[in-house]
């Protein structure tokens, strides 16, 4: 019997067995409109194509895998999609169920899923969410469940893809979901950039939060894992034709359809209602109006049938924008690759004379979140990165820097709008060294965008909380764990450098050092050096006060640093004079690991992962 026969004959089984006894799955249908047509196989192959998922990302493929239509039609057309002769994109797939245990069914959801993952023979993870168990906090009434609850799934999810090898997860996202994202994102002053929705390729990420302790922390690791989406342009009830025509059983979530429980569910509410021709009175419908107004704006020619508020209307729109911003995003791209000039690791020079090029505000907006992504010691990825993505603080900061006065001028001043960035005038020399002055004759005006200093916070001596430092890191315990068990120390310092130390390979009186690790001899931390908070590594002996009071005070010895002109260095004394000299590569290795694609940098192959970095 082929696969596919083989297939649907086990699909049919597990149905007949599921429709009988489960509360949520075979009694309440989500019925396919008559003129929905399932999802082929070449389609979905296309589909899956033009997401360009990387090389690095063809191993194991986690598929996020809820039990409902959508991830239940994605991990069948994945699965039939691997099982052909020709397909080597992925070695094998990986559904993960998350039980978020908060509904008396959940288990019986968790069995369904299962069920239908040996059906498929694909290998099935089910994790229930410990709530109460750091770093999952325990739901109190009145919470912002749907934000909570979300970090607690991309929690899990990192935690699987590291403990599995996975280099990426699919999600079942449609078109649907992509509408309701516009509408939330609209709602929250997001700029039109932001309304092009989900993307069907994308970093994972930093996650949230500030380090491993919080809720959905990725940190370095999720700079090295994917997203996947291939079902964006794809509607509901297409994929729900895609179940009912092989045969697929799947679970239907009440809780989905009331509007009271997220904000999300309340638009899901209002798009329904829209569908069924009842538009008027529904709590987001000038949102939505709104919407359909951005789309006709920007694809006029295409989209002259968006007058009237219907459901296809508002997938289209957010179709026409998404390519409007993909655009967009090229044209923003280019003019980044004209404008940027050598500089120190970590910041941006921008000439103001290729800047004063860019006439289209649209575009600037879009260079200047690249930049803040780029540049921001905020998690990559989290929309703290991007100043929130909030248009008024993305206007504010092209109107600063393409101002009449800001551009050519001698009103310039260096100014913070967002994502810890700091955006300094300059004078940039023939020889392209930078000047934090004003330009005299014969030199250019230029910008530069860099770390923001650290706001100075006053201590709260009545509080026993630990304030959390990014710029001042203390690596003592894993360094000196690192040398006992002769491998590598690895950092992820202030969100913008991975920083690999090998013990054994330092100089032997550090080496001397740490082997009295035990009396506690030594402190390790990563502190900043220059005006852009580079990173530094220095080693500190235990010294002994006159009353008795021991501190890690003595005179700081650096071992390492990384220089303005990006090489790893070491300072010593000679002839009363501080000369600093190369560090091997295979002693200490420092890399800026914040990508884009504008400034051809991605993320370092050679380094080695660390957990809780």
């Given at each position: ?135 999952f906090p325990s739901l109190a009434p009145g919470v912002a469940f749907e934000k909570i609850a979300r970090d607690a799934r991309y929690h899990i999810f990192m935690k699987v893809m590291h403990e599995h090898d996975i280099s990426g997860i699919a999600f079942g996202h449609h078109c649907d979901d992509q509408v309701e994202t516009a509408i939330l994102r609209l709602s929250k002053g997001s700029s039109v950039i932001g ?419």
């Amino acid at each position: 019997m082929g696969f596919c026969a083989r297939l649907c004959s086990q699909t049919r089984q597990f149905s007949h067995r599921c429709s009988s006894k489960a509360t949520w799955i075979g009694r309440r249908r989500l019925h396919a409109s008559s003129q929905a047509k399932p999802l082929s196989d070449g389609e979905f192959r296309e589909l899956y194509a033009s997401c360009n998922v990387p090389q690095n990302v063809r191993g194991v493929l986690g598929v996020a895998f809820s039990g409902g239509p959508d991830s239940t039609a994605l991990l069948f057309l994945l699965q039939r999609m691997l099982a052909n002769e020709n397909c080597q994109l992925h070695e094998k797939l990986f559904a993960i169920h998350i039980d978020h245990g908060l509904q008396k069914q959940s288990g019986e959801v968790a069995g369904h899923c299962a069920s239908i993952a040996e059906a498929l023979g694909i290998k099935y993870l089910a994790i229930k969410i410990p709530w109460g168990v750091h770093p999952f906090p325990s739901l109190a009434p009145g919470v912002a469940f749907e934000k909570i609850a979300r970090d607690a799934r991309y929690h899990i999810f990192m935690k699987v893809m590291h403990e599995h090898d996975i280099s990426g997860i699919a999600f079942g996202h449609h078109c649907d979901d992509q509408v309701e994202t516009a509408i939330l994102r609209l709602s929250k002053g997001s700029s039109v950039i932001g309304l092009a929705g989900m993307r069907p390729l994308r970093r994972w990420g930093m996650g949230f939060g500030e380090d491993a302790s919080s809720l959905g922390w990725a940190g370095y690791e999720g700079m090295r894992r994917w997203i996947v989406r291939p079902l964006l342009s794809v509607s509901k009830e297409r994929l729900v034709a895609t179940c009912e025509a092989n045969g697929l059983n799947y679970a239907v979530d009440p809780t989905n359809f009331e509007p009271a429980i997220t904000e999300r569910n309340s638009i899901r509410h209002d798009l329904n209602m829209i569908d069924a021709g009842n538009a008027e009175g529904t709590r987001v419908l000038p949102t939505m109006k709104k919407l359909l107004d951005i789309g006709n704006t920007h694809y006029g020619s295409q989209s002259d049938g968006l007058q009237s508020l219907t459901l296809s209307n508002l997938r289209l729109a957010v179709s026409l924008v998404s390519r409007w911003v993909a655009e967009v995003d090229e044209k923003a791209k280019s003019a980044l690759r004209a404008s940027i000039l050598p500089t120190v690791q970590s910041t941006i020079l921008l000439s103001c004379e290729s800047l004063s090029l860019v006439n289209d505000d649209t575009v600037r907006v879009a260079m200047v979140r690249r930049i803040l992504r780029f540049v921001s010691p905020r998690p990559w990825g989290a929309p703290a990165s991007e100043a929130g993505g909030r248009q008024t603080s993305l206007e504010t900061i092209v109107t600063k820097i393409w101002g009449r006065s800001n551009l050519y001028g001698r009103d310039r001043e260096p100014f913070v709008v967002g994502a810890s960035v700091q955006w300094t005038p300059v004078a940039i020399l023939p020889s392209g060294d930078v000047r934090f002055r004003r330009v005299l004759t014969g030199e250019k005006e230029g910008w530069i965008a860099h770390r923001q200093p650290p706001i100075l916070k006053r201590k709260d001596t009545s509080s026993t909380a630990t304030v959390h430092d990014p710029l001042n890191l203390n690596i003592t315990d894993i360094f000196l764990d690192a040398f006992a068990k002769n491998t590598k120390t690895f950092a992820l310092y202030d969100n913008r450098f991975a920083i690999q130390i090998n013990p054994a390979k330092l100089p032997h009186n550090i080496l001397e050092l740490c082997q009295n690790s035990k009396e506690q001899q030594v402190e390790i931390t990563i502190e900043p050096h220059s005006r852009y908070y580079l990173p530094r590594i220095v080693v500190r002996r235990r010294r002994t006060h006159p009353d008795d009071e021991q501190a890690f005070d003595g005179e700081p010895w650096e071992i390492g640093r990384l220089s303005l002109r990006g090489r790893v260095e070491s300072p010593s004394r000679s002839n009363n004079k501080i000369v600093f000299t190369p560090v091997p590569s295979d002693a200490i290795r420092i890399d800026y690991v914040r990508v884009d694609d504008a400034f051809s940098c991605d993320i370092p192959k050679h380094l080695s992962y660390g957990r809780g970095q």
